[in-house]
T-cell receptor, first 115, second 112 residues
Framework: AQSVTQLGSHVSVSEGALVLLRCNYSSSVPPYLFWYVQYPNQGLQLLLKYTTGATLVKGINGFEAEFKKSETSFHLTKPSAHMSDAAEYFCAVSYIGGSQGNLIFGKGTKLSVKP | SQTIHQWPATLVQPVGSPLSLECTVEGTSNPNLYWYRQAAGRGLQLLFYSVGIGQISSEVPQNLSASRPQDRQFILSSKKLLLSDSGFYLC???????????FGPGTRLTVT
């Protein structure tokens, strides 16, 4: 069965510091991978996605993620945190041939940014 | 471009009262549609999904139901709300099942 694990339910960084949010997945077939961001009382917004091709994908707001098949990981990074990055981040996985509702989400990581 | 709407934005309902939440999508045809719930500290729970008019799949048995009366309209209902139904309800759409989903702004439901 497919699953997603996000290490760390809360991550705190200082403004200007590196942001690293970890995501590992379990999949027996090639996955599609996604990162979403959710600000308080809002819906989820797609940050970036990996389907095929280049394993380093760039998204909005300066975020990027790298698909590492050997490590079954898709960690999200940003070189320099900004106060506006404070939000909850969700990693998700899906795959061709799965059930129609098969976007599987991790439990989320809340990012705090200290001034 | 595609847009997804949800209403109401917030709702406070007493236990035992009915519920109707509506979601509509603009700018696309025959989307897959989804209802999720976020309870405090419990992540995203998929409740229902639909691949076409009148086609509903339930992921979690409960006192909620969903309907899709039109191609781009998805409704979440309950005949009698429970306290445990409180949460943040999100509607989403996708082109196909494997690809990214796009979320609406959500409805905050408080059952008192």
């Amino acid at each position: 069965a497919q699953s997603v694990t996000q290490l760390g339910s809360h991550v705190s960084v200082s403004e200007g510091a590196l942001v690293l949010l970890r995501c590992n997945y379990s999949s027996s077939v090639p996955p599609y991978l996604f990162w979403y961001v959710q600000y308080p009382n809002q819906g989820l917004q797609l940050l970036l996605k990996y389907t095929t091709g280049a394993t380093l994908v760039k998204g909005i707001n300066g975020f990027e993620a790298e698909f590492k098949k050997s490590e079954t990981s898709f960690h999200l990074t940003k070189p320099s945190a900004h106060m506006s990055d404070a939000a909850e981040y969700f990693c998700a996985v899906s795959y061709i041939g799965g059930s129609q509702g098969n976007l599987i989400f991790g439990k989320g990581t809340k990012l705090s940014v200290k001034p | 471009s595609q847009t997804i709407h949800q209403w109401p934005a917030t709702l406070v309902q007493p236990v035992g009262s009915p519920l109707s939440l509506e979601c509509t999508v603009e700018g696309t045809s025959n989307p897959n549609l989804y209802w999720y719930r976020q309870a405090a500290g419990r992540g995203l729970q998929l409740l229902f999904y639909s691949v076409g008019i009148g086609q509903i799949s339930s992921e979690v048995p409960q006192n909620l139901s969903a309907s899709r009366p039109q191609d781009r309209q998805f409704i979440l209902s309950s005949k009698k709300l429970l306290l445990s139904d409180s949460g943040f309800y999100l509607c989403a759409w996708s082109v196909t099942s494997a690809y990214e989903q796009y979320f609406g702004p959500g409805t905050r439901l408080t059952v008192t």
